[in-house]
């Protein structure tokens, strides 16, 4: 018996096929808008964009990922399916590209740039190489933990190193960002913001656009020494009077859509009771008020039970030597002794040279301590250079310039509870004093 299918049917199916063929050609055509072709040969693809902490890219072409959903396991390999995974410990962004790379080509572009509009600080990341699903084919994932949140599409600039580590421009994009959150908005507190604790009163002044110094050893300063981003001015003051032996040990700032950044190597100058602290990560115009979570400490006018001193250390002048000591207890703190590391006079563009690198041992540590080195003589009593080191980086190295004749030596260290402050302010274009 032969079946007649009704006119609905077939209007169905000529709908199912119709809708099937709008997809296939709005996913190609949005695959070919953001696909490259390079003067070289490179091609890159970006296939997809994800937001989260947990982040997932599936590698195919258009037909085998449609039909994915509907497939077992065991057949997503034969269709061509690798799927590639990528966490976070917070949301950030994933950018995920297809590098085509041509035999004898130069490598793919490593560094990726986004930006808004109005701004001429993008942020930066480097991309980090996935997999090889195929033949001269390469999956990169740049991660962005800083971002313009807020923002409905983004500029992303893929970036050769050239020969003078000049980033160059290999290719742009403008991409939807997958952010569909909304975020809420913090309100500026009016400068000066003023925070007291324990009888003293620590002040933030202002947060601008400026320049400040790259880093706090050179010898000479240059126009290379200056960087320029943003500056925070602080003060800390007890009974309205400026104190100047207190710094910025460490600065975050945060924006309310969760981006965080921090700034790097200390870069303060304190001038007549102002610190002055630099920021050179990237902040977003789209913000208009940001949480700065500051850490003050001490240069000096440390208490007795601050301090601690151990004698006669070798001023050694190579190698490396470890020197353990009888636990010493101070402010919460066991030193269990020194690691010493000799790194040899050569030509240095730094005040100080760092002809030793030390490290004290901390055996045990109760509640959030900063220990510093805060003076150094040698076994003729005189004062020697110290400061933090150049080449560990981490605050808790550094560095001595020992006299020709020095044999030993006497390190007396601080410690310390910093005091850690939150302020909101937004953007000024002036210092404004207080």
């Not at 003076?375 to 560095?399: C, E, I, P, W």
Request: aromatic residues 10%.
């Amino acid at each position: 018996m032969r079946v007649r299918l009704s006119p609905r049917f077939y209007v169905s199916v000529v709908a199912l096929v119709l809708v099937g063929g709008i997809v296939l050609w709005r996913i190609s055509s949005a695959e070919r808008a953001r696909t490259v072709t390079m003067p070289d040969g490179r091609q890159l693809a970006i296939r997809q964009l994800t937001y989260g902490t947990q982040h997932r890219f599936l590698y195919g072409n258009v037909w085998a990922r449609l039909a994915a959903p509907m497939l077992p396991d065991s057949w997503k390999a034969k269709a061509g399916l690798q799927t590639f995974f990528h966490g976070t410990t917070t949301p950030a962004l994933v950018i995920w590209g297809d590098w085509r790379l041509p035999r004898n080509a130069p490598g793919p572009a490593q560094m990726a740039l986004i930006s808004e509009a109005g701004s001429d600080r993008p942020a930066s990341e480097s991309g980090v190489w996935m997999g090889v699903p195929a033949s001269n084919h390469l999956i990169m994932a740049w991660v962005f933990q800083n971002f313009p949140r807020r923002a409905r599409s983004l500029r992303v600039q893929m970036c050769d190193w050239d020969s003078k580590s000049q980033l160059k421009p290999a290719a742009t994009f403008t991409l939807a960002s997958p952010v569909r959150h909304t975020f809420t908005t913090w309100k500026a507190e009016r400068y000066p913001l003023l925070r007291p604790v324990k009888g003293l009163q620590f002040c933030m002044l202002n947060f601008s656009p400026g320049g400040f110094l790259r880093d706090p050893w050179p010898l000479l300063f240059t126009g290379s020494s200056i960087v320029s981003g943003h500056v925070a001015v602080f003060q800390v003051k007890q009974d309205r009077r400026a104190l100047d032996n207190w710094h910025v040990e460490a600065m975050t700032v945060t924006d309310a859509t969760g981006n965080v950044v921090k700034g790097k190597l200390q870069p303060f100058v304190s001038v007549g009771g102002y610190i002055v602290f630099g920021l050179n990560d990237t902040l977003w115009l789209t913000e208009k008020s940001w949480q700065f979570r500051t850490q003050f400490a001490r240069d000096g006018g440390f208490a007795s039970n601050e301090l601690c001193t151990i004698r006669g250390l070798p001023a050694i002048t190579s190698g490396s030597v470890t020197q353990l000591v009888t636990n010493i207890e101070v402010n919460g703190v066991s030193i269990g002794g020194v690691e010493m590391q000799a790194k040899g006079r050569g030509p240095s563009p730094y005040r100080l040279h760092e002809d030793l690198e030390v490290q004290p041992i901390l055996t045990q540590t109760a509640g959030e301590r900063l220990v510093t080195l805060v003076g150094a003589t040698d076994n003729q009593g005189r004062q020697l250079q110290h400061d933090r080191s150049y080449y560990n980086l981490d605050g808790h190295h550094f560095g001595i310039e020992p006299l020709p004749d020095s044999k030993s030596l006497d390190l007396t260290f601080a410690v310390q509870a910093p005091v850690t402050v939150e302020f909101v302010g937004g953007m000024t274009r002036i210092v404004l004093s207080h």
